[in-house]
């Protein structure tokens, strides 16, 4: 027999009764019925009950036994008595009458149970991770992700595309988050950095003539975390695609991602066909760039209702032109009570307050202070507009849009919250498209990048080069081939059609104020490539550890990551970042100047 075991913990079967068998693992659970031990025993693949009564003569060493010792048990299987059967675990027919053990290794005193799914503090979870992955949810949400990683990738492989490596020692980067920087030793006073994204690599692999490229790349960001952000590090479906157009990209990705969604969703619905969503209707109709369509609150403008009303607050908010106020509708709000509730809530966000109309029976008109003050006219123009009716409410921001609209977002997450709107049988997917290139910048009065600076611009290139750089109306409304992938309510990942004609890219940051002796300094290499003959390319990035959070139902990116930082970015079990040696901050020719406490 096995050294250590004839099965795995997971493997017996009414079949195996009778069988003589070794097995090895954990004690997960140990049990006094009587001067009967249970011993749950539990490896990677699942978990066996063992029995050891004091007929065994390995009774006294059972007796010794605590949870987490590591064991190796001989015994003989034996189906369990009629009503202890456990239908919930597939060996629960059997269990195993021990003869011998013998332990590979006692543990000590726990700081944390692994039996149980019980909450414990975050630094104690990261500190003792390892006994965190012993746990049942946790465990399985490790092996859900490797599960992902290998469906995507087969996916991507079966559609055509090719899996490559880039570099994990680059250059610093100018744009986005702060990178992770590594010094050289052989070449002193200069610096590596981590790659943010294998962006640049990836563009360059296309130039190169290579057609379809993937990977699933690490990619590292000195940035603060968040839940749906992992501090340092984390890992994205990287793909770039030559000689296509966005809807060519949008092909290629959507069956991969609906397909994994189908595949580990468990039974969940999934959007068939992604829908395109205007970053302005998405802004306007949701508050926000990745809504949440699970929830069906859908917000309108009801500026007209209000114009030289009887309101006067939000008159005269709308004689400034630019201003109005939308409406977040609330069917099945419509009582004083929940109308009361949004207005504190509101408060506790910073907000004065949140203006309201509730319908209720017998009251014609509408009930609330905006309704008195309106009117049963208006106040019926803005129930026909919202379809609302008794038992209804109604909510109100007013303003500049782009001043409210994120508050205005939360409020409308807030009422599918209270209101249980939100389906959780679903995976609502969508794609974002069309936002906008160029934004003002109101700190230095100018045109900027308001989002990714090497994307095509949305329009005829003929016309964008003929741009006269001081129309900023014209500037300002055009669209980039820029777009999201969103997925209920979580981003999963941005891309574009890139910019890959040197006489755009000139242009576009001339239009930003940024000289061509910039663009040169920061991007030289990237702009040489391009003059050297690149073909028309695109590509996007969803997160894996955004995707497995949806599929594992979880709400924060450290329950399907196997070793992460806390919110500091500290590594507490490791104990990084932790202080080096003199001897090798010189071999770096590196002298520390640290911050005075």
């Known amino acids: ?188 006073g200069k610096f590596y950095a981590l790659p943010q994204a294998p962006q640049q690599f990836k563009q360059l692999i296309m130039v190169a003539g290579f057609d379809r490229y993937f990977q699933i790349a690490p990619c590292f960001r000195d940035e603060d975390a968040r839940a749906d952000r992992s501090p340092g590090e984390f890992y994205q479906l990287d793909l770039e695609m030559s000689f296509v157009t966005q809807q060519d990209v949008f092909d290629a990705v959507e069956p991969v991602i609906r397909g994994v969604f189908e595949e580990f969703g468990e039974g969940k619905k999934v959007t068939p066909k992604f829908p395109m969503i205007p970053y302005a209707e998405a802004m306007s109709k949701y508050g926000s760039d990745k809504p949440d369509l699970r929830n069906p609150v859908v917000m309108q403008d009801v500026s007209p209702a209000f114009k030289e009303s009887g309101f006067k607050i939000f008159a005269r908010i709308l004689e400034t032109p630019g201003n109005a106020v939308w409406a977040i509708p609330a069917k099945g709000g419509g009582n004083r009570a929940f109308c009361d509730r949004m207005n504190s809530w509101a408060q506790g966000e910073g907000q004065p307050g949140l203006g309201y109309i509730f319908w209720r029976e017998g009251e014609e008109g509408g009930a609330g202070p905006l309704a008195k003050n309106i009117g049963p006219e208006r106040t019926k123009q803005i129930a026909d507009q919202m379809g609302l009716g008794v038992g209804d409410a109604v909510f109100f921001v007013a303003g500049k849009p782009k001043d409210f609209v994120k508050f205005a977002g939360l409020a409308r997450t807030r009422v599918g919250e209270e209101l249980n709107m939100i389906a959780q049988d679903r995976f609502d997917l969508c794609w974002i498209v069309d936002f906008p290139m160029f934004e003002w910048n109101e700190e230095e009065k100018k045109i900027d990048f308001s989002h990714n600076p090497f994307s095509m611009p949305n329009m005829p290139v003929e016309d964008f080069l003929k741009l006269d750089p001081s129309d900023n109306d014209k500037l300002l409304a055009i669209k980039a081939f820029q777009y999201d992938i969103v997925c209920n309510g979580v981003e999963l990942s941005s891309g574009a059609i890139r910019n890959h004609r040197p006489d755009v890219m000139k242009k576009a940051f001339a239009i930003a104020g940024y000289p061509e002796t910039v663009l040169e300094e920061k991007f030289g290499g990237m702009l040489h490539a391009f003059e050297l003959g690149a073909p028309p390319h695109g590509g996007i990035a969803p997160g894996i550890d955004r995707i497995v959070m949806l599929l594992a139902g979880e709400q924060n990116l450290r329950e399907v990551v196997l070793f992460p930082m806390n919110q500091k970015a500290e590594d507490l079990m490791m104990g990084a970042p932790a202080e080096v040696t003199p001897k090798q901050l010189k071999e770096l020719s590196i002298r520390l100047d640290l911050p005075k406490k």
């Not at 949870?67 to 015994?75: F, L, M, Q």
């Not at 003989?76 to 059967?85: A, D, L, N, Y």
């Not at 979870?125 to 995507?152: C, Q, T």
């Open 1 to 188: 027999m096995h050294r250590y075991r004839s099965h795995t913990c997971g493997a017996l079967r009414e079949t195996d009764i009778g069988k003589d068998v070794r097995l090895s693992g954990w004690c997960h659970r140990i049990r006094d019925h009587g001067g009967v031990l249970f011993i749950d025993l539990r490896d990677h693949y699942g978990l066996t009950q063992v029995v050891c009564d004091p007929d065994s003569k390995a009774f006294k060493q059972a007796e010794q036994l605590r949870s987490e010792w590591v064991i190796r048990i001989d015994g003989k299987v034996r189906k369990r008595p009629e009503g202890t059967e456990n239908a919930d675990l597939p060996t629960g027919q059997i269990e195993v009458y021990v003869s011998e053990i013998e332990v590979l290794s006692a543990a000590g005193e726990l700081p944390m149970p692994v039996f149980g799914d019980q909450e414990y503090p975050e630094e104690i979870r990261l500190k003792y991770r390892f006994l965190d992955l012993r746990r049942e949810k946790l465990h399985n949400n490790i092996m859900l992700r490797g599960r992902v990683i290998d469906s995507i990738r087969k996916r991507m492989k079966d559609g055509g595309f090719f899996e490559f490596q880039t570099p994990i020692l680059t250059a610093s980067s100018p744009e986005g988050a702060r990178d992770y920087l590594v010094p050289s030793r052989i070449h002193p």
